[in-house]
């Protein structure tokens, strides 16, 4: 069974888990991947179920993409690669930033692309706040106060923001 270049991670999945799985479901002896050939070996009803779970993995799969500036590749990434591989494990997709072009490219099916650029526009649109103290003043901050009558009443100043 041939298989448009490109798929590998779908087909492979990670660490040859959707091979594995498929393999487990569907009773074949062994599945190989090379060359963007997908090689079938077992029992004739096997095969057939493998195939069969191997066409509806990979109908729908295609890849949509999107430039952006150097601060949302960045974004979109996350720090240490948190972003990118949350939304991978989300959606199903695969996705790829080339920081330098800022061309990002998500490969899935229709649902999981969809829901691979809402988390994605999410990521690069979101905004955060940041106050700096100086170190006086945040000590006060810290500081908790009299509210009432009870131990319980002491709060800081910051849980009021």
Known sequence: MSVRPGFKDHVVGKQGSTIK???M???????????NL?????????VAAAKAEYVQLLD????D????????????????GETI?????ATGCKINVVV???????????????????????????EETRIKFKP????????PYAAGESDDDFISPLQLI
């Open 21 to 23: 799985k498929i393999e």
């Open 38 to 46: 997908l090689t079938f070996i077992g029992n004739k009803d096997a």
């Open 100 to 126: 330098s072009s800022g061309r990002v490219s998500v490969k899935g099916n229709r649902s999981g692309r969809d829901r691979a650029w809402e988390m994605i526009r999410a990521a690069v649109t979101r």
């Open 65 to 80: 993409f999107k430039t952006y500036g150097d601060r949302e590749c960045r974004l979109v990434i996350g720090r240490g």
């Open 60 to 63: 729908g799969l295609e890849e």
């Open 25 to 35: 479901d569907s009773g074949v002896t062994r599945i190989k991947f090379d060359n």
């Open 136 to 143: 006086v003043l945040y000590k006060y901050l810290t500081v």
């Open 85 to 89: 591989n949350a939304i991978q494990d």
